[in-house]
Every structure is written in C-alpha cells, then in structure tokens.
C-alpha cells in the first residue's frame, strides 16, 4: 500500500466552526507533513512530525493545529479560520524526515472559508 | 524568495515531441534535487531525483540533468503524451540550511497540443 489517503477531499466552513482534516498513511514512514496549497502555487510546508513529534512548525498560525495519535494518523484541527485560509491542504509522509527521500503525498481536502 | 526558480511558467508541445522542462538554483549548497508531477485536483507525484555526485539520472521516459556550473537542473521528457499534462515542480534539500526540508519551484504547467 503505497497510497496516502485524505478526508474529507471537500470542506466548507464557517469562521466560526470547528473542523478537522485527517490523514492516514500504511506505509511505515516515520515522517508525515501538512502543506498547504494556494492555487497556481507550489506547496508551502506547514508541520512536519517526525516518529510522531513535532520537529517543524513554519511559523504557523495557531488556528491551525496539529497532532500525530500514532505512526500512521496526522489531524490538522481548524478553529477560527480566515477566509484567506481557504487552499487546498496536502498531506504527505516520507520514510524519515531527511527532506532527501521521497514523499508520498495525498491528493489533499479543498477547505473553503466562509 | 525562493532561489528555486524556472524559466517559463507555461509550456506547450506537440504529443510525441520531447518535453524540457528547467529550473535554476542560487545555493551551491543544495545537494539533492527532485521532480514532482501535478495533475489538475491531485496531490504532487515523485517523478524522479538526483544527488549532487551525478550529472544526469534516467527513468521511464524522464531524465534528470543537472549542472552545477551554472546551478541549472532539467527535466526531459520524451515523447510527451496527453497524461503528462500537468505542473512541474522541481525542488531542493539545502541539508541544515533548510531545516532538512525541500525549497520548492514555482513550477511550469506543461501543456499537450494534439
């Protein structure tokens, strides 16, 4: 199983709401990212966990939250998000966080903010 | 601002035609390269990479060449077809520089003329 699977693929949300995305890997990587995507862009890295700890946050506001239960599940939970939130959010994994391995990305959720 | 750069951010061939995609660095330092493929509403996909101690790294149908002179890396692809519609990122590992992570391009969308 080679595959990173995300849910939901679509979001729409309030500023006000709560939410959360997830992601899941089989894999056995040990390195798992959250990248957010504007359109025509390339992805901007987010949060990077490795052996499920957190080793990288870009500077993230702290709407955004992540959080790694165990080797193969990334959330990312949205509270009071902006309407320049709206993107397209990718999750990715790798074997280790060398940033020299190839990383396996999922086909991502399209969050709009209302 | 990024110093992973391309020189056109759109490119139109003929399917059946070769394909050459290129992407400029500034940081000598960088020693590993990679290629991810875009489709339209899909994650990036690994296409193919390179380390510093090579020049030129084939796959199916892909080559990599990269010239550290001039700080330039390439992507060929032969005898493009209409699946290979997609962006193009190219990206680098700076090592520590860059937190072990990947400097991503801006990317050029390849299109296929019939």
């Known amino acids: 199983d080679t595959e990173v699977t995300q849910t939901p693929k679509h979001l729409v949300m309030g500023m006000t709401n709560k939410k959360s995305l997830k992601c899941e890997q089989h894999?056995?990587?040990?390195?798992m990212y959250w990248y957010k995507q504007k359109a025509k862009k390339p992805p901007e890295l987010m949060f990077v966990?490795?052996?499920?700890?957190?080793?990288i946050n870009e500077s993230v506001p702290s709407r955004f939250s992540p959080e790694c239960p165990n080797s193969s599940l990334l959330n990312l939970h949205l509270h009071a998000l902006q309407p320049e939130d709206s993107a397209l959010y990718l999750c990715a994994s790798s074997q280790v966080a060398s940033g020299r391995d190839e990383q396996f990305f999922g086909p991502g959720t399209r969050l709009t903010v209302l | 601002g990024e110093s992973v750069g391309l020189h056109l951010p759109t490119l139109s061939v003929q399917e059946g035609d070769n394909s050459i995609i290129n992407c400029a660095y500034s940081n000598s330092a960088s020693d590993y390269f990679i290629w991810y493929k875009q489709e339209s509403g899909k994650g990036p996909q690994f296409i193919i990479d390179?380390?510093?101690n090579m020049d030129k790294r084939q796959g199916q149908r892909v080559t990599v060449l990269l010239n550290k002179t001039v700080k330039h890396l390439s992507l060929q692809i032969a005898a493009t077809q209409p699946g290979d519609s997609a962006v193009y990122f190219c990206?680098?590992?700076?090592?520590?520089?860059?937190?072990?992570?990947?400097?991503w391009g801006a990317g050029t969308k390849l299109i296929i003329k019939p």
């Open positions: 894999m056995g990587h040990r390195a």
């Open positions: 990206a680098e590992n700076r090592g520590r520089d860059s937190n072990y992570q990947l400097i």
């Open positions: 966990y490795s052996y499920e700890k957190l080793s």
């Open positions: 390179i380390r510093s």
